[in-house]
């Protein structure tokens, strides 16, 4: 009997779907903070803590938990586990891997283990916590974690900078680590993207000519701030900014990063079906890869809006279709084995945050060789020998 394990259900990937029946394990009700340790710099939680609730109760106590999915209100840290989710600040503090010291679970044959521990050293053994991290409910079921906290930046501030098109704002990034600067964030949008913005959300953000934006955020203590904001700012104007401007305060702040992580659902509220496919390559390459997707606009005749994680070279590429047209669906279709096989090609991977789920796993023998294919068989084998874990999620 297949057995589907549920966090929060925001998976884009169909991860939580149970596609081929069985029992779905809502982890709703494990949703307790267990402890936040402000010596070990730690915290323990059940996996259905949404992520944003974490985030708040551990910087009332002056702590940081960077991970941040656009989800954030509304993930589950166990989901966000199963799936290594990342976001904006993954470029400088990295994803939920990272910060995932330990973990408790259920394997499918019934035996609970505890892998890792709170000690920030651990390497007896083989890494079964990182195992589990991104294995999308393949493996076990994770009923408890422990998570490494970092201090919260003292200061924080957020500048957006307008670009005529999208080839400036890539050498805006270009230019900003080439002066070896890592801010917390590099957002990236394209004219798609901010056509959905201005229109669904804030128009005032999206001046007229706008052809692209980034939106970059620095923290650190005040004067480090001070110090890294003044050489993004340059570095934007350097390749010919149209505006570079600073948030005022907190609330305008706030209200952009608002905007940014509500741009999903602004695109779905389009009315068009969106396949979101996050995509990655080596961050040097994103001009290639927004060169591919002008490509696939051309050549199958598709709207794409990409905006994404400039920094890490994770772009999201969504392709809006009329959900009754079946051509445009086939359309979409090839578009997006097109974009598989070009990110593998240009030394990437097809998936950066939401992983394979049911709805890329057609698509894994692009990147992954028949060798590794079936040494990770093996892997789900040793850990789910009856195969009822999650049944038909990573493996066509
Ligand atoms: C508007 C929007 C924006 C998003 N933005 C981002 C983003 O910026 N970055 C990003 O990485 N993702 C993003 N996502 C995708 C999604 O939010 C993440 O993948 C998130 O980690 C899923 O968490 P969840 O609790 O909803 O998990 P679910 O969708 O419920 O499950 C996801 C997978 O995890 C498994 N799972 C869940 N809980 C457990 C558990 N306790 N033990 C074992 N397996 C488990 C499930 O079986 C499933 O395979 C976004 C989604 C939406 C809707």
Redesign the pocket.
Known sequence: MPL?????????????VPTRGGVLLS?ER?NRILEIDEVNLLAVVE??VI?ADLQRAVEAVGLFYPP?????E???????????????RGFKYG??RRYVLGLE?VLPTGEIIETGSKAVKNVVGYDLTQL?VG????L????RVTLRLVPRPAARATLLAVFSDIQAAVDAVSALIRRRVIPATIELLDSESLAAMRDTLDPQLVPPGTGAMLIVEADGTQPAVDAEIEQIAAACRDVGAIRVTLAADDEERARLWSAR??L??ALKATGLLKINH?VVVPRGRVPELYAVVEDMRAQFGLRIAAFG?AGDGNI?VNLLINRDDQEARERARRAERMLFEQVVALEGSIS????I?FAKAQYIGIELSDEEIALMKRVKAAFDPNGIL?PG?IFP
């Open positions: 589907v394990v549920r966090g929060a259900g925001t998976g884009y990937t169909g991860g939580a982890m494990l996996p259905n992520t941040d999915p656009a989800s954030l509304m993930s589950s840290i166990g989901g966000n586990v199963a799936e290594c989710a990342g976001g904006p994803t939920t679970a589990l294995s999308e409910g393949t076990a079921i994770i009923t992580r509500l999903s659902l996050d994680h999201h950066g945050e939401h992983g789920g999650n999620k």
